[in-house]
């Protein structure tokens, strides 16, 4: 009890805790760690299952070709054949997914919508990479990215390369300024898109 009253002296004496100045650097660290790719995991249970798990683990949601209802818990993804599950489409909302995750991302063949919304550590360097991965390319639909503050117009307009790309929604998007470079652009590359903004 007395060596429990002199350590609480000491640490109210203590105007900073000495780490509290890393929270900041602890959460990026063990966000990466949750984004680091497992090829060994993705070569034993196939692109779906392991994209599907490290989107719920970094808190994404998934929804199966198929399925009207969104996964969201890692917990109650569904078991069985490997190629019965496929994502359809993914919902970043408030999630942690980041750049070195994004090869997860290289097998999925059947995403039609793919949804970043507040993903603080979406930058560019995503966006290009999800630009050049070539099922994607061929099969995404649809997409939203609002409020992604690391976003700037070079991410953007690697998006062009989606070449099926139906719908695209651009919103709160500080770093994003060439907006009529971006429509002139996107009506070149892709003239069937419906591109909205909703930037300042």
Known sequence: MMLFGKISQQLCGLKK??????????WGWLNAVFNKVDYER???????????EWLLRCGAMVRY??????QKD???????????????????????IMSIGFDYMEGLQHVEKIRLCKCHYIEDDCLEKLGKLENL???????????????TDKGIIAL?????????????LPGVREKENLIRAF???LPSLELKLDLK
Not at 42 to 52: C, Y
Not at 65 to 70: F, K, S
Not at 74 to 96: E, F, R, W
Not at 160 to 172: A, E, G, P, T, V
Request: proline share 5%; aromatic share 10%; with cysteine.
């Open 17 to 26: 805790l000495p780490w509290s100045c890393d929270c900041r650097y602890f």
């Open 137 to 151: 390319q061929k099969s995404v639909l649809e997409m939203e990215i609002i409020s992604c503050g690391n976003v």
């Open 187 to 189: 009506k070149t590359a």
């Open 65 to 70: 070709h198929g399925q009207e209802r969104w």
């Open 74 to 96: 890692y917990n109650h993804l569904p078991t069985g054949p490997l190629d019965k599950y496929k994502i359809q489409a993914i919902d970043a909302t408030d999630s942690c």
């Open 160 to 172: 062009y390369h989606l070449r099926n790309l139906k719908y695209l929604l651009l919103s709160d």
């Open 42 to 52: 993705i070569r034993d249970v196939g692109p779906d299952r392991a994209a599907s």
